[in-house]
Each structure stands twice: as C-alpha cells, then as structure tokens.
C-alpha cells in the first residue's frame, strides 16, 4: 500500500514537473519573440556595391523600411525586388547586422553584347539578360551575336528565343560567362553560333578567330585560349582551335 502511494506521489510530481518546464518554455519562447520584435527594429540600411544606382534607389526597390523587424524581414524577397526593378543589377545579397542594420551588397552588370530581336537590336550582359533597345549605330561598340535570334524581348527578362534554338542560347550564357569571369569582354568583337557544334568568335581585333567546339568545358577552354595566345608573337594572326579535347591548335591565316 505503501508503496502504491510513493508511486503515486512520484507519478503526480513528475507531472507537476512536466507541466512547469512546458509553462517555462512557452514564457521564454514569448519572452524571445516579445523581445525580438521590441529590440530588433531597422533604423540602417547599408549599400556597397553601387554605381549606375543610389542608395536611395536600391533600398526603394528593395521594399525594406525603417521599424521593420531585423529578425523577421525576408531576405530572399528583398533581393528579388532589387533585381527585377533595377535591370542592370546582376547579383543582390541582403544580410542582417545586429541589433539593427541590413546590409544590401550589390553588384551591377555591365553590356555584354547587341542582339538582333524581332523588334531591333537589344543590349544584353553577360547571363543573357535584356537590358535596353539598342541604336544600329551603337552597335558596333559591343559583343555582335550572330546566328542567333531573339523573340519577344522585354526589358529585365532573359532572352528568349524558338525551341530548336535553346541549346544555342545555353551556348552563348556559357561563352559570355566564361568571357566575362576572364575580363574579354571588351577584346571580342562578334559571337558566331550559326554552328551550335563549333561556335566561334573574332578575338584582340580580329587578330584571332576562337574555335569552340562544342558547348563543353568552357572554364577550361578559356583558360587554354589565354595560354595560348601569351605565348603567340604580338603581331601573329591566324585560328585557334579548341574543338579537339582539351587541346589547342594555331593555324595562320
């Protein structure tokens, strides 16, 4: 009898315990949440990266205010209003600094080449971006993409174009990008991707025509094509191929 009565007396203490570390957990839960959204309020928003845009820009498109709550604003959204308000954008990271700063570091992306639309020419940078129509006598200061076709273009959306020229497009984000990470983009004068199986492009004022292959290895195709080229005399003119695997080969013109 006795020893029901201690096994009771355990079991109702146990509960008892139960109970309070559930009460004490909610009131710290709701003491955190009250003090999270009293103490963690934005009064700063910090910019770097910007040059075409002002702060003042940046943190409009952005939605962020002061008096928001530094815990609870949503970053990603954030980054993505930046981005499809303000086209030259190219990469957007917003981050929290306690106890009340966020931090919106941008980076802006330049033109990387000229398209031909069904409505005129078009600027685009190097991930195939549309920025802005494009003068015909503009052109010529920019990347010419050849052999490609854009449809419908809108101002802040990635080119489109038919179905069967997909994988041309995929080619050309692939060249731009390795062009652009390399710093080329200023030393190449047109993109050929009439043969999506051997793209080519005129390279250093024509010095050059760049053989591609097909659309692999681009990092380190690139690469091979600035080895190749340092070791070539200033005033040597010809082909590089690159379509053989991972092997380069000059030929003068």
């Excluded at 008096?67 to 308000?85: C, P, Q, T, V, W």
């Excluded at 303000?86 to 917003?94: E, F, M, N, Q, S």
């Amino acid at each position: 009898m006795a020893t029901q009565q201690k096994k009771k007396k355990q079991k109702n203490s146990g509960t008892r315990s139960f109970v309070f570390s559930s009460v004490s957990f909610i009131v710290i839960c709701a003491a955190l949440v009250f003090g999270m959204s009293v103490f963690f309020r934005v009064s700063n928003i910090e910019v770097s990266g910007a040059g075409r845009y002002t702060k003042a820009e940046i943190v409009m498109a952005s939605g962020l205010k002061d008096g928001d709550n530094l815990m609870f604003i949503n970053r990603e959204a954030s980054a993505k209003r930046i981005y499809s308000k303000l086209i030259y954008i190219g990469d957007v990271k917003v981050s929290r600094k306690l106890p009340n700063t966020v931090v919106i570091t941008v980076s802006e992306s330049g033109v990387a080449a000229v398209i031909e639309t069904d409505s005129g020419l078009w600027l685009i940078d190097q991930n195939c971006r549309l920025l802005e129509e494009c003068a015909t006598q503009d052109a010529e200061s920019y990347i010419k993409v050849k052999g490609l076709f854009a449809v419908k273009p809108k101002k802040g959306d990635t080119v489109s174009t038919a179905q069967e020229d997909k994988p041309k497009l995929n080619f050309l984000k692939g060249i731009l990008a390795a062009m652009s990470a390399k710093g080329m983009i200023s030393d190449v004068g047109s993109v050929d991707l009439s043969n999506v199986l051997n793209a080519e492009f005129d390279y250093l004022d024509k010095r050059y025509t760049v053989k591609l292959g097909v659309d692999e290895n681009m990092d380190y195709k690139f690469e091979l094509l600035l080895n190749v080229v340092q070791k070539l005399d200033s005033d040597d003119t010809g082909i590089i191929d690159l379509s053989q695997d991972k092997k380069a080969q000059f030929s003068p013109f």
